[in-house]
């Protein structure tokens, strides 16, 4: 790899980064070709998940307008932010007892999709653009670590590496990157750490990165932060991490050309029921591959459109269909409640966050938030009980 690489990459989508829009993250390979190839959008955000509208006008002068939001079937919302400061301004206006939760997301205008040979069949299955997001959280979090730092992180990692001429980075998401996925608790917890163990770094996925933080003359894999006073003891200290790592901490002066993707969640409870009765897994985003410019992602994107018109596959966005996990039902999960039937990943995703903890605490929340969980006490704690023992 020559300094030359580096500078060219790195140079065309940020130059002279500007500080004041530096972003705050909390500190504490080869990939199967497929997905969406296009200018992908990155950015981070706060999401603000509440019973109360903000957008209400009782609210117009004390919070602050949300750059996007979108009401669940339940009636609740998602409101999101890209200062979590805003964030905080919006929950103290309404007075509810939420938090605000940080995700990275990417998206690629469906118009401007290069691999894709139904577009109006993307458009349905999306809208105006495919986005995908994952959480970010510190190396506290037990249940969610693994989104940002195992899977997320790494692979825009690798493939900013690539970019830059280093051809073996030594990570990738082939086990996660397939239609279908059966996993054991076993597997999971070899996979990604188990969760209670604080082990991640000797995981399957936590090697890799460690090998790929090693490809880039970083010696600590723990290290992720940019020059951050705050943490500088996971201050990144090779200059290529401190290049990749602008991808993460500063938004780029025009869309990074790549290949979005979205693998299987491989952590244990990842799993939910569908309307169906079917069990689905949850996806995750990643980055597999940035390319030069224009020309080369065009060239890439129109192979995979002939190839997808030669075979006439039934499959949109370069010719894989978003995965699909293979059927794994579970005769002891409860009923989800009527109001959450449209959305089993988002009540369990909720119901989580109680696990481990008092059932007081839930109680307290049924009784309080009758419109929010839409269900008896009983069946919140069943659910609660169900979940632990996964």
Same mark, same amino acid.
């Given at each position: 790899? /020559?300094?030359?690489?580096?500078?060219?990459?790195?140079?065309?989508?940020?130059?002279?980064?500007?500080?004041?829009? %530096?972003?705050?993250?909390?500190?504490?390979?080869?990939?199967?070709?497929?997905?969406?190839?296009?200018?992908?959008?990155?950015?981070?955000?706060?999401?603000?998940?509440?019973?109360?509208?903000?957008?209400?006008?009782? $609210?117009?002068?004390?919070?602050?307008?949300?750059?996007? /939001?979108?009401?669940?079937?339940?009636?609740?919302?998602?409101?999101?932010?890209?200062?979590?400061?805003?964030?905080?301004?919006?929950?103290?206006?309404?007075?509810?007892?939420?938090?605000?939760?940080?995700?990275?997301?990417?998206?690629?205008?469906?118009?401007?999709?290069?691999?894709?040979?139904? @577009?109006?069949?993307?458009?349905?299955? $999306?809208?105006?653009?495919?986005?995908?997001?994952? =959480?970010?959280?510190?190396?506290?979090?037990? %249940?969610?670590?693994?989104?940002?730092?195992?899977?997320?992180?790494?692979?825009?990692?690798?493939?900013?590496?690539?970019?830059?001429?280093?051809?073996?980075?030594?990570?990738?998401?082939?086990?996660?990157?397939?239609?279908? @996925?059966?996993?054991?608790?076993?597997?999971?917890?070899?996979?990604?750490?188990?969760?209670?163990?604080?082990?991640?770094?000797?995981?399957?996925?936590?090697?890799?990165?460690?090998?790929?933080?090693?490809?880039?003359?970083?010696?600590?894999?723990?290290?992720?932060?940019?020059?951050?006073?705050? *943490?500088?003891?996971?201050?990144?200290?090779?200059?290529? *991490?401190?290049?990749?790592?602008?991808?993460?901490?500063?938004?780029?002066?025009?869309?990074?050309?790549?290949?979005?993707?979205?693998?299987?969640?491989?952590?244990?409870?990842?799993?939910?029921?569908?309307?169906?009765?079917?069990?689905? =897994?949850?996806?995750?985003?990643?980055?597999?591959? $940035?390319?030069?410019?224009?020309?080369?992602?065009?060239?890439?994107?129109?192979?995979?459109?002939?190839?997808?018109?030669?075979?006439?596959?039934?499959?949109?966005?370069?010719?894989?269909?978003?995965?699909?996990?293979?059927?794994?039902?579970?005769?002891?999960?409860?009923?989800?409640?009527?109001?959450?039937?449209?959305?089993?990943?988002?009540?369990?995703? *909720?119901?989580?966050?109680?696990?481990?903890?008092?059932?007081?605490?839930? %109680?307290?929340?049924?009784?309080?938030?009758?419109?929010?969980?839409?269900?008896?006490?009983?069946?919140?704690?069943?659910?609660?009980?169900?979940?632990?023992?996964?």
């Amino acid at each position: 790899m /020559s300094n030359n690489q580096q500078s060219n990459f790195f140079n065309k989508y940020f130059g002279e980064v500007d500080e004041s829009q %530096k972003v705050e993250i909390p500190v504490g390979g080869e990939f199967q070709q497929n997905g969406f190839i296009g200018p992908i959008g990155t950015k981070m955000v706060w999401r603000v998940w509440t019973a109360v509208d903000v957008n209400g006008p009782e $609210f117009r002068d004390q919070a602050p307008t949300p750059i996007s /939001s979108r009401q669940l079937r339940n009636g609740d919302y998602h409101f999101f932010y890209t200062r979590p400061g805003d964030a905080e301004r919006a929950i103290k206006a309404i007075g509810e007892d939420t938090r605000a939760e940080q995700y990275w997301v990417f998206s690629i205008p469906t118009d401007e999709l290069l691999n894709s040979g139904n @577009l109006e069949a993307v458009k349905e299955g $999306f809208g105006v653009e495919v986005a995908y997001m994952s =959480r970010v959280k510190t190396y506290r979090s037990k %249940k969610y670590l693994h989104e940002f730092h195992l899977i997320t992180l790494p692979s825009v990692i690798a493939a900013a590496a690539n970019a830059m001429g280093i051809d073996n980075a030594g990570y990738d998401l082939s086990e996660i990157s397939v239609n279908a @996925l059966s996993a054991t608790d076993a597997w999971s917890n070899e996979y990604i750490g188990n969760p209670e163990g604080g082990n991640w770094v000797e995981s399957v996925l936590g090697q890799r990165r460690k090998a790929l933080w090693e490809s880039l003359g970083e010696d600590d894999p723990l290290r992720y932060a940019l020059d951050s006073a705050r *943490m500088e003891k996971f201050n990144v200290q090779s200059e290529n *991490m401190k290049a990749c790592m602008k991808i993460v901490y500063y938004p780029p002066k025009q869309p990074l050309l790549g290949r979005l993707m979205n693998v299987l969640d491989p952590a244990i409870g990842a799993e939910y029921e569908s309307e169906s009765g079917e069990y689905k =897994r949850r996806y995750l985003p990643a980055v597999t591959e $940035f390319y030069a410019g224009l020309d080369e992602a065009k060239k890439v994107g129109d192979a995979e459109k002939a190839a997808i018109e030669a075979n006439k596959p039934a499959e949109v966005g370069g010719g894989v269909a978003k995965a699909k996990a293979a059927p794994v039902i579970d005769p002891n999960a409860p009923k989800i409640p009527d109001a959450w039937t449209d959305m089993p990943a988002e009540w369990k995703e *909720m119901i989580m966050e109680y696990a481990g903890k008092p059932d007081a605490k839930l %109680k307290k929340d049924v009784a309080e938030k009758p419109n929010m969980f839409a269900c008896d006490v009983d069946v919140a704690l069943e659910w609660k009980t169900y979940l632990e023992s996964k």
